[in-house]
């Protein structure tokens, strides 16, 4: 569902709800004065009679007059307002959103908090409306009946603030960053009949229509190319694999080495294969592709806000399948950099299919630096829960500045080892390498350890978001369900260190 967003500097028209956003001084501004005059202080009233306290997210639903222009008022503290951050603010958004009822369709806000602060009031009511259009994602496409019950009503929301047009200015990029996040969200949610690796690689195929180079890898082609780690796991399943390139050319300079080339996991749905998965729970690993949904999400968000950056991206997509014609336990597979891989459990799937993506990454963009994203092991869950993903870096800059701006965007990560220290967990005793842990712990890093030996010494970092892909409950910025996480994070880092 689509929701207008219209930022202006007076409203007109008959509103369901108006939105009051005060700041810790509780002191209104010369529009709610106005309101407040017209509707004989009801707001002032409410703020005097310490209904409202002065912290954060303290708000107050009013109903005013059902015949006159507006219906109900809701009063929203945004608490002390002297360190606001973009990832505060985009929150608020979040959070008036769902104190709004379901049956409210249009609605007004006014930021005009206390005019002492020193920050950008427009960039604050930009941010709202991000936080609110990030919240109320949904995905019922395939609710067929009883659709409306399962929705709200929200489709127009009008911000005023004094001036609109810079307003407007800093909303168009996050409006570029939704779609993106959308998209990544779509991606995730959609089960394993309807995105295979073929479906998927469609989906990638959009975004040259915002002007994205994007090639796709068939299964002739992937074979020529000698990606046996990544056709080992493909082998068991009816739906053929595909490896999907993708180039934004920001700059004018189209022949220098893109800054980073981000490479996704595409698992669209992983059974485990031969060492099959137990059946409670299974059918999460149709988000297995969540690496690549937020790549896919990430090219289409720098693409649309029109990103002044080189940035390419590849993601390899198979489906984990158990058959007759399905890798054993045991089998050794030589990928496409040469070396041979001893698969002893089937499970361990993610690692094949970027131990080819990540080679053809390097010889392909040969980029200065390559960031990965895998919903890679269960063990990251266990040490790190849905707050934070893990990070594993061979660079400690490229590791930092990621982490800042996972800080500043509230997709936090948490960096985790991968030293020599560890060089052990992967030794096989017949080939160059298996693709499990020795079996003793630290399995998150095991994953990092095997997908270090293909990135050919360049400054890598790998994203191990098993944990943050899905989430089980509402949060502030997204509902249940996919969350997208890494297209803000990301596309944070490639703004601040690249543009
Ligand atoms: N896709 C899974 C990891 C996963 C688990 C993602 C739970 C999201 C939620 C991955 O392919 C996998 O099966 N990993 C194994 C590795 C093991 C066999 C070394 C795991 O974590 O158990
Ligand atoms: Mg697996
Ligand atoms: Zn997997």
Redesign the pocket.
């Known amino acids: 569902m689509s929701m207008k967003v219209a930022f202006v500097s007076k409203s007109v028209t008959k509103k369901d709800l108006v939105v009051v956003i005060l700041d810790e001084s509780l002191e209104m501004g010369p529009n709610i004065i106005g309101i407040d005059k017209e509707y004989k202080g009801i707001i002032s009233d409410s703020i005097n009679s310490n209904k409202l306290n002065k912290t954060k997210g303290s708000s107050l639903t009013l109903i005013a007059n059902k015949d006159k222009k507006i219906q109900e008022i809701l009063i929203y503290c945004i608490g002390e307002i002297k360190n606001y951050n973009s990832d505060k603010a985009d929150r608020i958004g979040g959070s008036i959103f769902s104190l709004i009822s379901k049956s409210i369709s249009n609605l007004t806000i006014y930021v005009e908090p206390n005019k002492k602060h020193k920050i950008i009031i427009e960039d604050l009511a930009a941010r709202i409306v991000h936080g609110m259009k990030l919240r109320s994602y949904t995905f019922f496409k395939y609710k067929l009946k009883n659709k409306s019950k399962h929705n709200f009503a929200l489709n127009q929301i009008e911000i005023i603030t004094k001036d609109p047009s810079l307003a407007k200015k800093y909303y168009s990029p996050l409006q570029s960053l939704e779609e993106g996040v959308y998209l990544t969200r779509n991606l995730v949610s959609e089960p394993a009949n309807i995105l295979t690796p073929k479906t998927l690689a469609e989906e990638a195929e959009k975004l040259k229509s915002l002007g994205v180079k994007v090639e796709v890898l068939k299964l002739a082609q992937i074979k020529r190319l000698k990606m046996g780690a990544l056709l080992g796991v493909a082998m068991g399943s009816a739906n053929e694999p595909r490896v999907v390139s993708m180039t934004w050319n920001g700059t004018k300079n189209t022949k220098s080495k893109p800054e980073v080339c981000f490479v996704g ?1 595409g ?1 669209t749905f ?1 059974t ?1 294969g031969i ?1 099959i ?1 137990p059946s409670g729970g299974m059918q ?2 149709k ?2 592709m ?1 690496g690549s949904g937020v790549v896919i999400g990430l090219m289409k968000a720098l693409a649309g806000r029109k990103a002044k950056v080189n940035i390419s991206a590849v993601v390899g997509l198979v489906e ?1 399948m158990p058959s007759g014609k399905a890798q054993r336990p045991g089998d050794v597979v030589v990928a496409s950099s040469g070396h041979s891989i001893e698969v002893i ?1 089937t ?4 690692r094949l299919v970027l131990a080819d993506a990540v080679t053809y990454a390097i010889n392909k963009f040969k980029p200065k630096r390559l960031i990965d994203l895998a ?7 266990v040490s790190l829960g849905p707050q934070r993903a893990g990070l594993f870096s061979n660079n400690d800059e490229l590791a930092n500045n990621i982490f800042n701006s996972g800080e500043k965007t509230g997709e936090k990560v948490w960096r985790l080892p991968v030293g020599e220290e560890y060089d052990d967990d992967i030794k096989s005793a017949i080939a160059d390498m298996h ?3 020795s079996g003793r712990g630290a ?1 998150a890093t ?2 990092a350890k095997f997908i270090e030996q293909f990135v050919q010494n360049i400054p890598w970092a790998h994203l191990d978001i ?2 943050v ?2 989430a089980k409950s509402n949060s502030e910025l997204y509902p249940a369900g996919g969350t997208a996480f890494g297209v803000r994070l990301l596309n944070t880092y490639v703004k601040d260190f690249f543009e």
């Open positions: 996991k698992v992983d485990g060492s998965k999460d690993m988000w297995d969540g984990n459990n499970d361990a799937e993610g919903t890679l092991t269960g063990a990251v869950i693709n499990v842990g399995g095991s994953g098993a944990g892909t899905w």
